[in-house]
């Protein structure tokens, strides 16, 4: 069936390097995908989205980038602060699929 | 603006009883959607609300209900409870689903014992 995945459960980095979260999905007919920001005790919060009719779209220290021929999405963190530590999720369209998300962890 | 607002933020529950959830979306906002989120299974959609009717399900047993009223606040419901439907239940709105993103409540934290 229809999915969207992510590729690592985990992603550590360094205070100030940047970060890349990977996204794949399954329906080539999707054709809007939004970035989620979930942190311990919340709700998840819209970080950024994009059409299929965009390669790129930045946002205030994030881009991200769209791939059509793969069918994959990422999500680009530039200068990873600790305030950056959540888990990511990646959705299609009309939310029906998320996956399971990646957690990242920002060391100081 | 007020956020999504669900009540409760946590309840425990024994397994066979019922429970009730309870969302209040963003002012203006006519879609609410559910979401159960377990660690195994990450995020999982479970219905969506337009004006009152269910406008799509996820694939959940019928044990899982919701509903939603004239004001656009939306309540589920699960009979008979399991163990495994322990989960944070999260609710989002959105102005028109097919468009926007949606904004998250902060979620009911259900445990079943």
């Known amino acids: 069936g229809e999915s969207v995945g992510l590729h690592l459960p985990t992603l550590s980095v360094q205070e100030g390097d940047n970060s890349i979260i990977n996204c794949a999905y399954s329906?080539?007919?999707?054709?809007?995908f939004i970035w989620y920001k979930q942190e311990s005790g919340k709700g998840p919060q819209f970080i950024i989205d994009?059409?299929?009719?965009?390669d790129k779209r930045q946002g205030q220290r994030v881009t991200v980038l769209l791939n059509k021929t793969v069918k994959h999405l990422s999500l680009q963190i530039a200068a990873t602060q600790p305030g950056d530590s959540a888990v990511y999720f990646c959705?299609?369209?009309?939310?029906?699929?998320f996956g399971s998300g990646t957690k990242l962890n920002v060391k100081p | 603006k007020a956020g999504v607002t669900q009540t409760p933020r946590y309840l425990i529950k024994t397994r066979g009883q019922q429970v009730t959830l309870s969302c209040s979306p963003i002012?203006?906002?006519?879609?609410v959607s559910w979401y159960q989120q377990t660690p195994g299974q990450g995020l999982q959609f479970l219905f969506e609300y337009f004006s009152e009717t269910q406008r799509n399900k996820g694939n959940f047993p019928g044990r899982f209900s919701g509903r939603q009223f004239s004001n656009s606040r939306s309540e589920m419901n699960v009979s008979t409870l399991e163990l495994g439907d322990s989960a944070l239940y999260l609710c989002a709105s959105s102005p028109d689903r097919a468009n926007y993103g949606y904004t998250f409540g902060s979620g009911t934290r259900l445990t079943v014992v």
């Open positions: 994009i059409r299929s009719n965009m």
């Open positions: 329906n080539s007919a999707s054709d809007y």
């Open positions: 002012s203006g906002h006519r879609s």
């Open positions: 959705a299609e369209e009309r939310g029906f699929y």
